[in-house]
C-alpha cells in the first residue's frame, strides 16, 4: 500500500473509531509497526490527528480531509485532560492510595490539575480537610463528599486541560498557607529536574510549591526522560516522590542526595 493511500485510510479509521491503535493499524494496513508509526508522525506534522501514548485521536470531533490545506500553528505537547485519564489509571490509582497517608484530618491540601491530582481526589475519604484546586475535574470529583470543603481557584479557563490558570489564577494562590502540595508534571530528568510542557503551568507550579509546607509529587515512570519545555524546580524543592518505579539505582541516588523521600509502588 502506498503511503497516501495508508494516510486515507487512516484518516478513515479515525472518523468512525475516534482512537487507533499502532499495533491494530499494523495489522489492519498490513504494515510494520515503525511504517505506521511515521505515518502518525507526518499526519501529526499536517495537523490531521494528535499521537497518544500507542496510537493517535482525531484533533476535534471531526478529523480534517487529508484532500484540505491547513494552516499550522504551534501547540505545546501537553496532551488533554480527557486523553491523559484514560492513560495508565493502574498506576495513578496506586500511587493515589500511596498519598493518602500523608493527608491528616484538618490539612489544608491543594491539588494541581494533573490526572493524578484528580485520582487522588476521587479516593480522598470523607473528612474534614480543606482542598484548594484549579481542577474543574477534581472540584466534580469532590462536590459529594460533604465533609470536605473545597475552594476552586479561578483564572483563565483551559478547555483543553479542564483547568484554570494564569497571572489572577498565580495571584489567588499566593494568598494562601497549605498544608500539603499534591501535583504531578509532563517530565522528569536526571539532571534537568522537574518539568511542564508550557510557561503557564510551570510558573503556576512554582507558585504552589513556594506556599506549601510539603510537597508531594505523583509522576509515573512514563514521564522520565521526557523532553518537556519549562522548568518546574529542582529535586530539592519538593519532599516526596511517590512513582510506580525509578528506572536504575542512579535516580535513586540523585534524587535522594536532596533529602526526598521515594515511594515506588512496584517495589517490594
Given amino acids: 500500500m502506498l503511503q497516501t493511500e495508508r494516510h486515507q485510510k487512516i484518516n478513515e479509521l479515525l472518523k468512525t473509531s475516534g482512537m487507533l491503535l499502532v499495533n491494530d493499524l499494523a495489522v489492519m494496513l498490513n504494515s510494520s509497526k515503525e511504517t505506521i508509526r511515521r505515518d502518525l508522525a507526518v499526519l501529526e506534522k499536517k495537523g490531521y490527528l494528535q499521537r497518544t501514548h500507542g496510537g493517535a485521536i482525531p484533533v476535534t470531533e471531526q478529523v480534517k480531509s487529508i484532500t484540505m490545506p491547513v494552516d499550522l500553528e504551534y501547540e505545546e505537547s501537553g496532551e488533554a485532560f480527557r486523553i ?96 500539603k502540595l499534591f501535583f504531578s508534571c509532563h517530565g522528569i530528568g536526571l539532571n534537568t529536574g522537574i518539568r511542564e510542557s508550557n510557561e503557564n503551568q510551570a510558573r503556576l507550579k512554582q507558585m504552589m510549591i513556594s506556599v506549601a509546607d510539603k510537597s508531594i509529587l505523583l509522576c509515573d515512570s512514563t514521564k522520565i526522560e521526557r523532553r518537556s519545555f519549562c522548568k518546574v524546580c529542582d529535586y530539592n524543592d519538593i519532599d516526596v516522590l511517590i512513582t510506580d518505579e525509578l528506572p536504575s539505582d542512579e535516580y535513586r541516588t540523585e534524587i535522594g542526595w536532596n533529602n526526598v523521600k521515594i515511594i515506588e509502588t512496584n517495589k517490594k
Avoid: C
Avoid at 109 to 130: G, K, N
Avoid at 135 to 140: D, E, F, G
Avoid at 158 to 168: A, D, H, I, M
Fill in 84 to 179: 491523559r485519564a484514560n492513560q495508565n489509571t493502574d498506576t495513578k490509582i496506586k500511587m493515589a492510595k500511596k498519598a493518602l497517608a500523608f493527608i491528616e484530618e484538618g490539612d489544608i491540601v491543594l491539588l494541581d490539575s494533573s490526572t493524578s491530582s484528580w485520582f487522588l481526589a476521587r479516593q480522598l475519604p470523607d473528612i474534614e480537610i480543606t482542598v484548594l484546586t484549579t481542577s474543574l475535574n477534581t472540584i466534580h470529583a469532590l462536590a459529594s463528599k460533604s465533609n470536605i470543603r473545597v475552594i476552586g481557584l479561578g483564572g483563565e479557563y483551559s478547555e483543553k486541560y479542564e483547568s484554570f490558570s494564569g497571572p489572577l489564577t498565580e495571584s489567588v494562590v499566593k494568598e494562601f498557607h497549605i498544608n
